[in-house]
Nanobody, 121 residues
Framework: QVQLVESGGGLVQAGGSLRLSCAAS????????MGWFRQAPGKEREFVAA????????FYADSVKGRFTISRDNAKNTVWLQMNSLKPEDTAVYYC??????????????WGQGTQVTVSS
């Protein structure tokens, strides 16, 4: 089981950028596909982006495609989410998790504590 700690959230104006990090513990990190989800107040948790264990495949929700980029470094046990051109509707708590599925959009159930992203208009 991988333990996950997210960081990098904060308050940013619309159009700005943030880079989220997810630090994982455990020697098996490199064998896991990883993803980012988010949950806005009063809404269901939703898929944002995912990356395969090798980094060779990435997937994005339509709402963030072209603005967000997911990446990983298995030597550092870290996954990042670079978020550009942020919009107020991106405001949410962001979580990283291990994922599976044909588009890596289903969580295996191991969640970090989340990091808050707030985008002001």
């Amino acid at each position: 089981q991988v333990q996950l700690v997210e960081s990098g959230g904060g308050l940013v104006q619309a159009g700005g950028s943030l880079r989220l990090s997810c630090a994982a513990s455990g020697r098996s990190f490199s064998s896991y596909n990883m993803g980012w989800f988010r949950q806005a107040p009063g809404k269901e948790r939703e898929f944002v982006a995912a990356i395969s264990w090798s980094g060779g495949s990435t997937f994005y929700a339509d709402s963030v495609k072209g603005r967000f980029t997911i990446s990983r470094d298995n030597a550092k046990n870290t996954v990042w989410l670079q978020m550009n051109s942020l919009k107020p509707e991106d405001t949410a708590v962001y979580y990283c998790t291990s994922v599976y599925g044909s588009r890596l959009h289903i969580s295996l159930g191991s969640w970090g504590q989340g990091t808050q992203v707030t985008v002001s208009s």
